[in-house]
């Protein structure tokens, strides 16, 4: 197998919790579009964003590594790379989670909890 490769999944098996998580939800997010369009919306959205961001943040750690084995990039280019990908990373994690959190909270009008909580539950009509 290419040693590429092997090196990617050794360090995307880690990862596979976090993208069934993100795939599901995404998965959610497209069944319920019809229902909930901004909060799908913004729900995908940000989940792509982890999703890819994490699939690009392991392949640029793969492929620098095997650069670093062969002797092609000295480790002052290295911690360089690391650094702005990290940095790159870490903006869009925070974009992601604002995303996430828009959908989950941004959506309800002022005072539209208070009003459903004191409605009284629907119940069914008698027989």
């Keep these: 197998m ?8 050794t360090q995307a098996i880690w990862q596979l919790p976090f993208y069934i998580v993100w795939i599901t939800g995404m998965i959610l997010a497209a069944v319920y579009w ?4 901004w909060v799908s919306l913004t729900t ?7 999703f890819v ?16 084995y062969t002797g092609e990039m000295p480790m002052a280019q290295m911690g360089i790379i690391y650094t702005v990908s990290g940095i790159i990373v870490t903006a869009a994690d925070t974009a992601a ?12 009008k002022a005072g539209q909890a208070e009003k459903a909580s004191m409605q ?3 119940t069914a009509p008698p027989m």
């Design 2 to 9: 290419n040693e590429f490769l092997m090196l990617f999944l």
């Design 34 to 37: 019809r229902k909930h369009r």
């Design 44 to 50: 995908l959205i940000g989940l792509a964003i982890f």
């Design 53 to 68: 961001f994490s699939v690009l943040g392991i392949s640029l750690s793969t492929y620098v590594q095997s650069l670093s």
């Design 97 to 108: 989670w604002i995303l996430v959190l828009v959908a989950i909270f941004g959506w309800r």
């Design 120 to 122: 009284p539950p629907v």
